[in-house]
């Protein structure tokens, strides 16, 4: 059969991923909160068994895509995930579930940096920004479904969505076999064993990240994201649902996290598709003062999430503040891939920013869970927007910063969208 657009499969790639992540994480607070009865600290702690995997398999899956194959390293990764899912769903353990979120994450840092190198590869010189917000929007949509059918399966059972996400994946490594080019990839050629590979790897991934100020500014900025949001989204559902008025609307809270989590949805496919239709026309100065106002609006709305009594008013925050979340990453991996100017090392520097986030995870998601656990979640939550706010400052210093350099001198080509 012959390979189809690399556009088209990415597209199609990013958008069964979204299912498969709406399909479990609609509903998996629910099921770890009801089906297994895990207390907040607990369910920080399953996120963070996750990305303590994230963190040491990080450069060593990186460098199967840089060496071997970037196709090979996401269809391992997929096999993984599927499998960690489909154990996770099975025995209601938190000790089971700890070793599942392991496997899972593991499959999670194969495919990690390996999807975006191998688009860019396959794409190259050609503008990325239009390509990762659609990206980004049909993720959106895929999530949509995967909202109502996560919800439908959790009525029966909550952890039904988990079994048909590791099937969603199966299916994914089938037709990724088939359809899936890879002419842009030229492995990098090392007779170096295993560990001194990863060392070069290492070295290379590192000097990338600090040879510009700008990559140095991504990567404290990947730090602050896993900072804040491992804590916001393992708590925001026992949060939420302490909300829920005693005469419940819906009758359901599985209902209620439908409608929350479709408005979300809703809300950043047209936030994606404004950004989108005025790409071709941000440049440099334009796009930090963008990034800026979607990591400003995120921390207000984490904070009001943490602060309002309303249950009202905190689900319209909440999908104010998951569309300007969820606007950011398409924006962030075009502009971070700019500054690439090593490709046959992008897969490793890609997976050294995430491995940044693990850190932040690492650290943030712990110390919120015991703060939530010990004084109360809302307080979690307020800490969890106050850690967005270095964020919100580096982008305003690199706004001012560009505005004072003017886009004619040096520096705008690099950080163009």
Known sequence: MKHKDPRWVYLFYRGGMAFVFSLVFTTSSLYHIQMVGLNPLQLVLVGTALEITHFICEIPTGIVADRYSRKLSILIGLGLVGLGLFLEG???SFLVILIAQVIWGLGDTFT???DTAWIVDELGDAPMEGLFLKAAQISQIASLFGIFISMGLAIFSPNLPFFLSGLVCLLLILLLVRQMPETGFSPTESDEKWLSGMGTALKEGFGIIQAKHIMLAAAIIMLFEGLYSE???RLWTAHFLTKLPTSNL???EE????AVNFFAAIFGIFLMQWLEKRSEHLKSRSLYGVLFLLNAGKAVSILLFALLG????IALVYCLGNSLRNSFYPLYDAWVNRQIEQPEWRATALSMLGQLNSIG???GGPLLGWVAWKIGVPLGL???GMLVLPIVLIYGGLFIRQKHKGNGEEGDADTTL
Do not use: E, K, P
């Open 250 to 252: 819906f009758g359901r």
């Open 310 to 313: 309303n249950v009202w008013g």
């Open 90 to 92: 099975a025995v209601q």
């Open 361 to 363: 995870q690492i650290i």
């Open 231 to 233: 804590g916001f989204d």
């Open 112 to 114: 990690s940096g390996a």
């Open 382 to 384: 307020i800490l969890s």
């Open 255 to 258: 209902l209620w996290l439908l």
